[in-house]
Nanobody, 116 residues
């Protein structure tokens, strides 16, 4: 069993940066990939980025490509989402998702607000 939780959200400035962290616990060795999703206000959730554990490859949604970076710190069982050049459209509740051998688990979500 794997559990994840998000941290690092808050208020960011347009053009500024924030870094989110997704910390995993439990059966870490069973993880296949970790992902970030977000739900903007009054919109459906959307996929943001994926980190694949087997080969350390990454994938990004077009809306964040070149601005966001997903990375992993194996020593602390953490996957980060570095968000640069923030835009108002990035305002959302961000969710960490983990795909493991036993299924898919979600964090509780964390608010990111981009405003002047």
């Amino acid at each position: 069993q794997v559990q994840v939780e998000e941290s690092g959200g808050g208020l960011g400035q347009p053009g500024g940066s924030l870094r989110l962290a997704c910390t995993a616990s439990g059966s870490i060795s069973s993880i296949n990939h970790m992902d970030w999703y977000r739900r903007p206000p009054r919109k459906d959730h959307e996929w943001v980025a994926t980190f694949i554990y087997s080969d350390n490859t990454t994938r990004y949604a077009d809306s964040v490509l070149g601005r966001f970076t997903i990375s992993r710190d194996p020593a602390r069982n953490v996957v980060y989402l570095q968000m640069n050049d923030l835009k108002a459209m990035d305002t959302a509740v961000y969710y960490c998702n983990v795909g493991a051998n036993g299924g898919i688990r979600w964090g509780s979500g964390i608010q990111v607000t981009v405003s002047s």
